[in-house]
Nanobody, 115 residues
Framework: QVQLVESGGGLVQPGGSLRLSCSASGSIFSINRMDWNRQAPGKQRELVAG???????TFADSVKGRFTISRDSAKNTVYLQMNSLKPEDTAVYYC?????????WGQGTQVTVSS
């Protein structure tokens, strides 16, 4: 059974930084892609960033130039480095793992950007 565990969330001031991590464990035969999504209060969940098995990355326009995504394939871990954080980045951030047959989600980690 695949398990995803996110960590690194917390309360930061505008302009600050956080680094989120997501580690996957269990019976994983193939990871095609790992994404970070977020859901802000009163809003739908949205894709923030993603990284494919070949290392290609994508970002939402709202975070380009501020966020970076990386992975450590040996550890089945993906990271989201968030810089220059804004109040509108406040959300629960979810890790999403795309395997060949199924998508798996973590429990989410809260990021709050406030002074």
């Amino acid at each position: 059974q695949v398990q995803l565990v996110e960590s690194g969330g917390g309360l930061v001031q505008p302009g600050g930084s956080l680094r989120l991590s997501c580690s996957a464990s269990g019976s994983i035969f193939s990871i095609n892609r790992m994404d970070w999504n977020r859901q802000a209060p009163g809003k739908q969940r949205e894709l923030v960033a993603g990284i494919g098995s070949g290392g290609s990355t994508t970002f939402a326009d709202s975070v380009k130039g501020r966020f970076t995504i990386s992975r450590d394939s040996a550890k089945n871990t993906v990271y989201l480095q968030m810089n220059s954080l804004k109040p509108e980045d406040t959300a629960v951030y979810y890790c999403n793992l795309h395997s060949r047959y199924e998508n798996y989600w973590g429990q989410g980690t809260q990021v709050t950007v406030s002074s």
